[in-house]
């Protein structure tokens, strides 16, 4: 889209070091970054906290990895 870190940072009024941590995987999409981040882009806050819900259910499936076969195994 063109636009880098700090450039969004200051759009949306909050420190750099907060979207750089998003990006990389290192803090969650809060609520308050889910409304100035869906407001400046002109969509759903809904939509930024369905991504972070998204990805933290394939990190997880990753994390679980076999123990998930493990209980359905078990299970069934």
Same mark, same amino acid.
């Given at each position: ?21 998003? !990006?990389?995987?290192? =803090? ?6 889910? #409304?100035r ?10 939509f ?10 394939? !990190?997880?499936?990753? =994390? ?6 493990? #209980?359905?195994?078990?299970g069934?």
């Open positions: 889209m063109g636009i880098t870190q700090y450039r969004l940072a200051k759009a949306i009024d909050v420190p750099r070091i907060r979207i750089s941590e998003i !990006v990389n995987g290192k =803090r969650a999409i809060t609520t308050n970054t889910a #409304l981040l869906g407001h400046y882009f002109g969509n759903s806050p809904r930024w906290l369905n991504l972070q819900a998204q990805y933290d259910l394939e !990190v997880e499936r990753d =994390r679980l990895g076999d123990d998930l076969d493990l #209980l359905a195994t078990a069934g």
